[in-house]
């Protein structure tokens, strides 16, 4: 007896690629398994392509050597991110993954509330929360805060300096803040 599954467009995350050459071979292939709307640079693209992973969208400069039917995504002014951003919000794309080397939360800020956004670099995982966020981790398991500025409450967690904290015991903990969001970062499992 086999088992069907129905993927229906834009039911799993898209996948934009910024940069990729910090980032563990298998959780990409598991960002592709539900074969999402993949969107690329052009130098990844190409990297991609070697590689036999079909792209969707190139943004900015299509590469010479590509595969047919990939569309391109036009740059103003450089703003990659916000160009590939704007498209899938504007598109009704519900969620997207971001895998990237270099992190800057600007290009992210404008979209956290319209779209469902987790940016994956190197050995973290980013995304914004609300107050009132609370999630399960081991006791000793660190979470950041990259650029929290602002006073916040925790449950569960004890500072260790940097803005970052570290959960006291297995268990759930709680962040509680007066800015309607936040980024934090944890390590990839």
Known sequence: ????????????????????????????GQLLEWSPTVMAVGA????????????DWIIGDMPDDIQSD?????????????TALAYLVANSYPSVNVVT??????????????????????NEKI??????????????DVIALPDHTGIIETEG?????????????????????DDPFLFIAEHLQ
């Open 70 to 82: 990939v569309k391109v995504l036009p740059v103003e002014s450089g703003a990659v991110v916000n």
């Open 157 to 177: 967690l004890e500072p260790i300096g940097g803005n970052k904290y570290q959960t006291i015991a297995d268990g759930f903990f709680t962040i509680r803040f």
């Open 44 to 55: 990844v693209a190409e990297k991609l392509n070697a590689y036999g992973i079909k792209v």
């Open 127 to 140: 995304y914004p929360v609300q107050s009132g966020f609370s999630k399960w981790k081991p006791a000793g």
């Open 1 to 28: 007896m086999s088992s069907h599954h129905i993927i229906r467009e834009k039911q799993e995350p898209a996948l934009l690629v910024l940069s990729m050459d910090n980032f563990d071979d298998e959780l990409f």
């Open 101 to 122: 080397d270099e992190v800057t939360l600007d290009d992210y800020r404008n979209v956290v509330d319209q779209i469902n956004l987790v940016i994956l670099s190197g």
